[in-house]
C-alpha cells in the first residue's frame, strides 16, 4: 500500500483527512506505491500564515543570503540526486535518463538564481531597470522603478509531469525575488514533491513561513486569495482557464501566471537534404523530443513541417530512428529501456483518445496505438505507448480546425506536415494558437531570418539550428535553460517564468519612486543597495 503522504503547512507535516485519501500507482506495475489527501487543516490559515511570518522572514534576509541559501539548497539535492532519480523512476515510469532531465533541471535553476544573487547589488529589494534620474530636462525632481515583492503569497500548483523541477524551479525564483511559497504537486509526482520537500525543510536552510506543501485539491487555495497574492499555475489549458476565472482571481486581483499546453513545432528548412548534418540534427532531435518522457513535455515537438520533396526521406529517417526506441519501451528501471510507460492509464486514455482525433486528419506512418507487450513487464501491465508519428493529409495542413495543429495529445506522438512555401509557416504554426517553443533546422540565413520573423510572435523561445549549431551535440529544443523564459502567447497562457532576473518581475510590484535626487538616493540604498558586488 505503501506511505501516506502528508502536507507541509505551517511548520509541521500534517496527514491527510481520512476522507477522500487517493492511491498513487506505479505506471510500469500498475502496483500502489503511496496514498495522498489534502491536509486536515484551513487553506485560509496556511496561506494567512505565509504572508504574516513568511514574508518579513524572507525580507529580513536580503538577496545576497536567500542566493547563498538556493545554493545551499542545491547542494541538498545533489546529495539526494540517486535516491531522487529512483523515485521518479519509481513514481513517474521516467528512464533514468528522463529522471535526471527533471532533477539535475531543478538544481540547475537554483543554481542559477543564486549566481545570479551574487552578481546584483545586496539589499531586500531588486533595483529596477535603471538607477535615479530626473524626470524631465533640469528638473529638481528624480524618479526611478523599484521592484518591491509583493506582500502576499506565491501559490504554485504544478503539473504531474515535471514534479521536481517544476515544484524547485517555481520556488527557487520566488524565494529569491521575496515571495513566500505555498506548493502543491500534481497528484503522479506527488512522493518526489514529498521527499524533496523534505529534504528541502530538513536542511534548516529556508525561514519560517517561507515554503508550504499542499498535496490534495489546489481549489481551496484559490478560495482565499488576496489581493497580493500571485498564482503560478502549470497545467493544462483547459484548468488554466479556470485558474483565471477563479472568482476570487477575479475579485482580488491577484495576480496569475498560466504556463499551458503547446503544440510547438519543428521546421525543416528548404535548403536541406538528406547529405546535410542539419537534416541528420533534425531527425535526431525530433526522435528525442516524441520519445523523452514518452512525450510528456509542455516543450515536445508535435508538429514537423517538412519540405514536401523531403518527406519520403524523412519519414524514413524518423521511422529509422523511433524503430529502436519502440523496441526499447518497458520498464524504466532496466538498463536497454529507451522510453518508460505514460504517468498513468488515464493519461495513456487521454492520449490514445487524441490519436483518432489526429487519424481524422492524418495517415498513420509508425506505431501502434493499442501495442500489448512491453520490455520487462507482463502483458497488460502498465501504462505503456509506443511512439507514433502521422502525416497530413494534404487538404488538412492548410486548415487551422485540423486536429495536428488544435489539440496537443500528451504522449509520444507528433505529425508531419508537408509545405511548399515558406511564407505560410508563420501562420501555420500561428493555427497552435500560441506555443513554447519553435525549431527552425536550415543553413540558409535568408530562410532563417524570415521564417524567424514570422514564427517569433507565436512563440516563447525560438530555437536556431544553423551550419554551426548543428557541429554542437547541444540539447534539443525541448531543454529550458533558466537564462531565457519559459512560456508562450495564446493557448500556452500568455505567461512567462525563469529568463534570468526577468523570472523575479512575476512576484514583484513594480513601483515608480518619485522625489528628490537626495530622497529618491536616500531611500534606493535602505532597499535595494547602492554598489554590485563582486563574485
Ligand atoms: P492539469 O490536469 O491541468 O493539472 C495541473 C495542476 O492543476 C494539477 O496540480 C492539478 O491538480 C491542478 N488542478 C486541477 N484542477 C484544478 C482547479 N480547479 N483548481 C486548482 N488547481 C487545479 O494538467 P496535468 O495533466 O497535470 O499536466 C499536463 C499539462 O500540463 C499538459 O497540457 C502540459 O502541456 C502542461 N504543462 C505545461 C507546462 C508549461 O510550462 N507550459 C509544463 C508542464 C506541463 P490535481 O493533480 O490534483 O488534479
Same mark, same amino acid.
Given at each position: 500500500m505503501g506511505p501516506q503522504l502528508g502536507s507541509f503547512v505551517v511548520g509541521a507535516w500534517r496527514q491527510p483527512s481520512s476522507a477522500g485519501v487517493e492511491p498513487v500507482r *506505479?505506471?510500469?506495475?500498475? /502496483? $500502489?506505491i503511496a496514498s495522498f489527501g489534502a491536509p486536515d487543516f484551513d487553506a485560509g490559515e496556511a496561506l494567512a500564515w505565509a504572508r504574516r511570518v513568511g514574508c518579513a522572514s524572507i525580507e529580513a534576509l536580503g538577496w545576497a543570503r536567500r542566493g547563498q541559501l538556493l545554493a545551499e539548497l542545491a547542494g541538498v539535492l545533489t546529495r539526494a540526486r540517486d535516491e531522487l532519480l529512483q523515485l521518479s523512476i519509481l513514481c513517474?515510469? *521516467?528512464t533514468r535518463d528522463d529522471a535526471k532531465f527533471d532533477i539535475d533541471g531543478a538544481i540547475g535553476v537554483l543554481k542559477t538564481y543564486a549566481a545570479l544573487a551574487r552578481e546584483r547589488p545586496d539589499g531586500p529589494w531588486l533595483p529596477g531597470a535603471g538607477g535615479s534620474e530626473p =524626470?524631465?530636462?533640469?528638473?529638481?525632481l528624480h524618479g526611478r522603478q523599484l521592484l518591491v515583492p509583493r506582500r502576499g503569497v506565491a501559490v504554485q500548483i504544478q503539473a504531474f509531469n515535471f514534479p521536481v523541477w517544476g515544484m524547485v524551479g517555481k520556488l527557487a525564483v520566488a524565494f529569491l525575488a521575496g515571495m513566500p511559497v505555498v506548493s502543491k504537486p500534481a497528484a503522479p509526482g506527488s512522493p518526489l514533491a514529498v521527499r524533496v520537500a523534505e529534504l528541502l525543510t530538513a536542511s534548516?536552510? =529556508?525561514?519560517?513561513?517561507a515554503f508550504q506543501l499542499w498535496l490534495g485539491s489546489g481549489a481551496p487555495l484559490l478560495d482565499h486569495l488576496e489581493p497580493l497574492d500571485v498564482v503560478a499555475f502549470t497545467g493544462s489549458a483547459e484548468t488554466g482557464r479556470l485558474v483565471r476565472g477563479h472568482p476570487r482571481v477575479v475579485a482580488t486581483g491577484a495576480r496569475v501566471n498560466v504556463e499551458a499546453d503547446s503544440i510547438n513545432a519543428a521546421i525543416v528548412g528548404l535548403? =536541406?537534404?538528406?547529405?546535410?548534418t542539419s537534416f541528420a540534427r533534425a531527425v535526431r532531435d525530433c526522435a528525442f523530443e516524441i520519445t523523452q518522457k514518452a512525450g510528456q513535455k509542455?516543450?515536445? $515537438? +508535435?508538429r514537423i513541417f517538412v519540405p514536401r520533396p523531403l518527406i519520403p526521406p524523412f519519414r524514413e529517417a524518423l521511422v529509422g530512428a523511433l524503430e529502436p526506441i519502440a523496441g526499447q519501451t518497458?520498464?524504466? @528501471?532496466? !538498463? /536497454?529501456? +529507451?522510453m518508460g510507460p505514460l504517468a498513468s492509464a488515464q493519461q495513456r486514455s487521454r492520449v490514445r483518445a487524441g490519436i483518432e482525433g489526429l487519424a481524422r486528419w492524418a495517415r498513420p506512418v509508425f506505431g501502434d496505438p493499442q501495442r500489448q507487450g512491453f520490455l520487462g513487464v507482463g502483458p497488460g501491465v502498465g501504462a505503456f505507448l509506443e511512439p507514433v508519428v502521422f502525416e497530413a493529409e494534404d487538404r488538412a !495542413?492548410? =486548415? @487551422? /480546425? !485540423?486536429a495536428f495543429h488544435?489539440? /496537443?495529445?500528451?504522449?509520444p506522438v507528433a505529425t508531419l506536415i508537408p509545405y511548399d512555401?515558406? @511564407?505560410?509557416l508563420g501562420a501555420w504554426v500561428g493555427f497552435g494558437g500560441g506555443s513554447l517553443v519553435a525549431t527552425l533546422y536550415s543553413s540558409d540565413d535568408g530562410f532563417l531570418s524570415r521564417v524567424a520573423r514570422d514564427v517569433a510572435p507565436w512563440v516563447g523561445r525560438l530555437v536556431l539550428v544553423d551550419a554551426v549549431s548543428d557541429l554542437a551535440t547541444g540539447p534539443s529544443s525541448g531543454a529550458v535553460f533558466p537564462g531565457l523564459p519559459h512560456g508562450g502567447p495564446g493557448r500556452a497562457g500568455d505567461g512567462s517564468e525563469l529568463?534570468?532576473?526577468?523570472?523575479c518581475l512575476l512576484y514583484c510590484q513594480r513601483v515608480g519612486l518619485q522625489g528628490t535626487e537626495h530622497g529618491v538616493q536616500r531611500f534606493s540604498e535602505a532597499t535595494v543597495g547602492s554598489a554590485v558586488r563582486q563574485r
Open positions: *506505479n505506471p510500469t506495475t500498475d /502496483e $500502489t513517474g515510469g *521516467n =524626470l524631465f530636462p533640469r528638473s529638481v534548516g536552510g =529556508l525561514p519560517d513561513g535548403d =536541406l537534404d538528406p547529405s546535410h509542455c516543450t515536445a $515537438t +508535435r518497458g520498464d524504466p @528501471s532496466l !538498463a /536497454e529501456v +529507451r !495542413a492548410a =486548415l @487551422s /480546425e !485540423a488544435r489539440d /496537443e495529445v500528451f504522449g512555401d515558406p @511564407s505560410v529568463g534570468g532576473p526577468y523570472g
